[in-house]
């Protein structure tokens, strides 16, 4: 089955920033976390999916359809939660979903009004004066409405509070379990992406350093911390973004094992590493 | 396009029922001159456009639109729907205004006023369509702010060049009978509308003025949809 979204050898150009050949693809029935620090590329991505901005080179494809030419049908099966939710201020959301409903061939009346109910989101209120939970809330619940296909969530969890929060990431979880819709998530919360994530797609500077499943990637990164005085150079070479301190040193590794013998009987361990880690150590090497 | 007129209208509808009380507001300040109540009524409709886009800007609300599944083009060419809306209902509110002062004009002996008429209707669709066909396509390839300071600078310019809203130019005073004595609203669109009809005729003037009109809103249509295609958010 084709993916749901791919992503070919995908650039483009901005003064002081290029996003450079980037490729990755999601399956049907999975969540992609999109990681990358500030400034990495991350909302171009997201922006280029809803044709925001378009691509420079390479492809990309929604539901095997190019967003640029096939734009509305594109669209259509998509469902967008942006890290600000943005309507219209003077208007109750019950209004925003009024003008929203007639766009979607799938929209679900009855869905949308279950979802507002479930989130407590006050639909007689203006969208104005909602606190930015309660605005993610109804973005959410107007992107979950009308059965898309694709969901694409721009860090929609940093104004949520943590019982949202777990019960959003569940929800997620339920939405791709039918095999039929994917999520793209993303987000500079990693402990959301540990547990919901099936696939994770780690962006830098415009580059991708990795895509792969969730397993892949905590089967292949570690961290090791030890004294600094066992840090010689062949083990320094195997090691990315290592931290000095005056008492411990720590790096990244994908080469576990090969790590382990060098330091066979020193003080030093080699622990999994926390997608936190991932970030942090990655983006020091770079 | 329909959803995204319905659209302008819901969340801009605050702003598009504020032609009829700045429509009379500006009528009850300046309806002892015809001219003066002209352009106030393409002013208060231009205000009313300009602030539907205003609404998007403020509330940051374009990529809320991009995302819904529709086209660039479809934005753009809706929003000319929202447009002929407006000058509709601004025509309405002026003519009823307008109607209302002739009416009480005649019963205090005077001649009806000159600007209450057929081809001063037809003129303010021109020069409406006009002011939205610079406008639009300047806001939708440079956005709310560069956009309305590149319309205004167009406009200006505009009028300096042709005396749009200037006095009338002799030669088509002259012309025209001189019917900027008259009454007739100084400005080359309404003496040259107030010209055509005095020659052709209300019926066929106004089928003349409003295929000119609309033709003029198509062409914009294209160059706002072309313009509004490369832009990114």
Do not use: M
């Given at each position: 089955m084709n993916p749901i979204l791919e992503l070919r050898g995908v650039t483009k150009h901005y003064p002081g920033f290029s996003l450079r050949e980037v490729s990755f693809s999601l399956p049907r029935g999975h969540v992609c976390g999109l990681i990358g620090p500030n400034g990495a590329g991350k909302t171009t991505i997201v922006k280029m999916i809803l044709g925001l901005v378009r691509p420079e080179g390479g492809a990309l494809r929604v539901c095997g359809d190019d967003p640029v030419t096939a734009e509305r049908a594109v669209k259509d099966r998509i469902g967008f939660v942006h890290e600000v939710p943005a309507y219209y201020d003077h208007l109750r959301v019950g209004a925003i979903a009024s003008i929203v409903r007639p766009f979607y061939s799938r929209w679900d009346q009855p869905l949308f009004e279950a979802l507002v109910r479930e989130f407590e989101v006050p639909t007689g209120k203006w969208f104005g004066s909602l606190s930015r939970g309660t605005r993610t809330k109804a973005a959410l619940a107007l992107a979950l409405a009308h059965h898309a296909d694709l969901l694409v969530l721009d860090?929609?969890?940093?104004?949520?509070?943590p019982v949202f929060r777990r019960s959003l990431l569940e929800r997620l979880a339920a939405y791709v379990a039918d095999g039929q819709a994917s999520v793209l998530f993303s987000t500079h919360i990693t402990s959301d992406l540990e547990r919901t994530a099936d696939y994770l797609t780690f962006i830098r500077d415009g580059r991708l350093v990795f895509s792969a499943t969730r397993e892949e990637v905590f089967d292949r990164w570690f961290v090791v911390r030890g004294d600094p005085r066992v840090l010689d150079d062949s083990i320094r070479q195997s090691l990315a973004g290592v931290e000095v301190g005056p008492h411990a040193f720590t790096g990244l590794t994908s080469d576990a094992a090969g790590v382990r013998r060098q330091l066979a009987g020193r003080e030093a361990v080699v622990e999994a590493a926390t997608l936190e880690d991932i970030m942090y150590y990655a983006g020091r090497s770079c | 396009m329909l959803n995204l007129f319905l659209k302008d209208v819901r969340a801009g509808g605050i702003f598009l029922w504020a032609v009829v009380p700045l429509n009379i507001v500006a009528a009850l300040q300046v309806s002892r001159s015809g001219g003066a109540f002209f352009w106030a009524n393409v002013a208060c409709a231009a205000l009313i456009l300009v602030a539907v886009s205003m609404l998007e800007w403020r509330n940051d609300a374009e990529p809320f639109v991009h995302s819904l599944p529709v086209t660039r083009a479809m934005v753009a060419r809706a929003r000319y729907v929202t447009a002929a809306a407006i000058g509709l209902l601004s025509l309405l509110v002026g003519a009823t205004v307008g109607t209302a002062r002739g009416l009480g004009l005649a019963a205090q002996g005077m001649p009806w006023p000159r600007w209450v008429s057929g081809d001063m209707a037809l003129a303010f669709l021109l020069t409406f369509a006009v002011v939205a066909a610079i406008y639009l396509p300047c806001h939708f390839r440079w956005g709310f702010g560069k956009g309305n300071v590149a319309a205004a600078l167009v406009l200006a310019a505009g009028i300096v060049v042709t005396g749009l809203a200037g006095p009338a130019v002799t030669g088509v005073q002259a012309a025209a009978g001189g019917a900027a004595q008259r009454g007739v609203p100084p400005g080359r669109i309404p003496q040259g509308v107030a010209l055509l009809v005095e020659h052709v005729g209300l019926v066929a003037g106004g089928i003349i003025v409003v295929a000119l009109a609309a033709g003029l809103l198509a062409v914009s249509a294209q160059v706002a949809a072309r313009a509004y295609e490369r832009r990114e958010f």
């Open positions: 860090e929609p969890t940093a104004g949520l509070d | -």
